[in-house]
């Protein structure tokens, strides 16, 4: 039967072994490359079994200290500190576009618009603008809230960048019929 024939070696157990094991490297003798896909594997490291992981750029590698800290030398940092701006303005007529909050950068300052919140009696839309250039819009409508919140922020980002000088405004415009109220407020990261 083709295929089915068992391959019998002229040799016994331990011979093959002998011949399939290479003492210098402790390894099985292989001719073959292979490809192997494992799945998830966990490691662990015992320190006090001596394992140990080292932190380089390939120069310099970071040294930890006995209590487990670590030195950090912070080169031309910039400090910020957050700048909270709020107004609000009343009796805004239908199809106006009105400003409800101006900030200026001021001189020798630069920072990041972080967040900016808004709301009303009306639906509205709302037109967040940096020197006269919207970045950002957003609008109410019937069943829903009729407060909005924008946030420039992320994990990598401080926010929207701003320099000395910059006219941020939040700007609302409604069509309905009776004039309403509105206010807003930004949260501005400016450096110190």
Same mark, same amino acid.
Do not use: C
């Given at each position: 039967?083709?295929g089915?024939?068992i391959l019998?070696?002229?040799q016994?157990?331990?011979q093959?072994?002998?011949l399939?094991?290479?003492?210098a490297?402790?390894?099985?003798?292989?001719?073959?490359?292979?490809t192997?896909?494992?799945g998830s594997?966990?490691?662990i490291?015992?320190a006090?079994?001596?394992?140990?992981?080292?932190?380089?750029?390939?120069?310099?590698?970071?040294?930890?200290?006995p209590?487990?800290?670590?030195?950090?030398?912070?080169?031309?940092?910039?400090?910020?500190?957050?700048?909270?701006?709020?107004?609000?303005?009343?009796?805004?007529?239908?199809?106006v576009?009105t400003t409800?909050?101006?900030?200026?950068?001021?001189a020798?300052?630069?920072?990041?618009?972080?967040?900016v919140?808004? !709301?009303?009696?009306?639906?509205?839309? +709302? #037109?967040?603008? @940096? %020197?006269?250039?919207?970045?950002?819009? &957003?609008?109410?409508?019937?069943g829903? !809230?009729l407060d909005?919140?924008?946030? +420039? #922020?992320?994990? @990598? %980002?401080?926010?929207?960048?701003?320099? &000395?000088?910059?006219?941020?405004?939040?700007?609302?415009i409604?069509?309905?019929?009776?004039v309403?109220?509105f %206010?807003?407020?930004?949260?501005?990261?400016?450096?110190?």
């Amino acid at each position: 039967m083709a295929g089915n024939e068992i391959l019998k070696s002229k040799q016994d157990a331990n011979q093959v072994i002998r011949l399939a094991f290479d003492d210098a490297t402790q390894r099985l003798r292989t001719d073959a490359i292979v490809t192997a896909t494992i799945g998830s594997v966990d490691v662990i490291i015992d320190a006090a079994g001596g394992d140990n992981i080292a932190i380089s750029d390939g120069v310099d590698t970071m040294a930890v200290n006995p209590d487990g800290s670590i030195n950090v030398n912070v080169i031309n940092a910039i400090l910020y500190s957050p700048k909270f701006y709020y107004n609000a303005i009343s009796a805004v007529g239908a199809s106006v576009l009105t400003t409800i909050l101006s900030v200026t950068i001021p001189a020798g300052k630069t920072g990041f618009l972080q967040k900016v919140t808004a !709301s009303g009696e009306n639906i509205a839309k +709302y #037109t967040v603008t @940096i %020197n006269g250039t919207p970045i950002d819009t &957003a609008r109410t409508y019937f069943g829903g !809230s009729l407060d909005l919140d924008l946030n +420039y #922020t992320s994990l @990598i %980002n401080f926010g929207y960048p701003v320099v &000395a000088g910059d006219i941020i405004r939040m700007q609302v415009i409604h069509t309905r019929p009776n004039v309403a109220d509105f %206010n807003s407020r930004m949260q501005i990261l400016e450096n110190i």
